[in-house]
């Protein structure tokens, strides 16, 4: 069966390190989602990709990066942690191909703590 | 930009119907969905609606009106499983709003 997984599914940083979570999905979709998700403010887009070597940023897109590289991966890099990015994030995918199909799977997620 | 807002929580009685109301402004639209999400879980798809109306799924239902920006989930029958998170996303780049959290209680 297809899937979409996250790896780690918990984490803990100190403040400064690079850290990547990894996210990989079986769907064969092209478009690949990162968010992140804080008490009080639901989930917050940070990085997407519509396709290979396509990455855009989304609302809270400072502090990360993303690369896209082949279909199934788009790895998430927080080039030096801070405790403000301790969240739960969580990586989704879909087929993108026009209505219903935006439908995104979501993975089950990582808790990255920064101390 | 886009703006989504949701009632923060809600609580109901199993065996009652629940209507979860959700309002936009979006530059953009492309559909509109609604999420499920148990603590400590991933969200997952409930339904999607881009025509005006209501779209019926066995106890959930969903409704929107584009020319106001306007939608709800109606869950009927609640079960104390249905207790959790629902989410409201539009656009095209999947905003979502902030959920509303729903206790149901026996």
């Known amino acids: 069966d297809a899937e979409i997984t996250q790896s780690p599914r918990h984490k803990i940083t100190e403040t400064g390190r690079q850290v990547t979570l990894a996210c990989h999905q079986t769907?064969?979709?092209?478009?690949m989602f990162w968010y992140r998700q804080d008490l009080g403010h639901g989930l917050r887009l940070i990085h997407y990709s519509y396709g290979v070597q396509d990455t855009n940023k989304g609302e809270v897109s400072d502090g990360y990066s993303v690369s896209r590289s082949n279909t199934e991966d788009l790895p998430l890099t927080l080039e030096s942690a801070a405790s403000s990015q301790t969240s739960v994030y969580f990586c989704?995918?879909?087929?993108?191909?026009?209505?219903?199909?935006?439908?995104?799977?979501f993975g089950p997620g990582t808790r990255l703590t920064v101390l | 930009g886009q703006n989504i807002d949701q009632p923060t929580e809600m609580t109901a009685t199993e065996g009652a119907i629940v209507q979860i109301n959700c309002t936009y402004q979006?530059?953009?639209?492309?559909?509109l969905f609604w999420y499920q999400q148990h603590a400590g879980e991933a969200p997952t798809f409930l339904s999607y609606?881009?025509?005006?109306g209501l779209e019926e799924k066995g106890r959930f239902s969903s409704f929107l009106s584009r020319s106001k920006g306007y939608s709800y989930l109606l869950l009927k029958e609640l079960q104390m499983k249905d207790s959790a998170s629902y989410l409201c996303a539009v656009g095209s780049d999947m905003r979502f709003g902030a959920g509303t959290r729903l206790t149901v209680k026996p």
């Open positions: 989704a995918s879909s087929a993108y191909l026009g209505g219903a199909t935006d439908t995104q799977y």
């Open positions: 979006t530059s953009g639209f492309n559909g």
């Open positions: 609606n881009v025509l005006d």
């Open positions: 769907w064969n979709h092209n478009n």
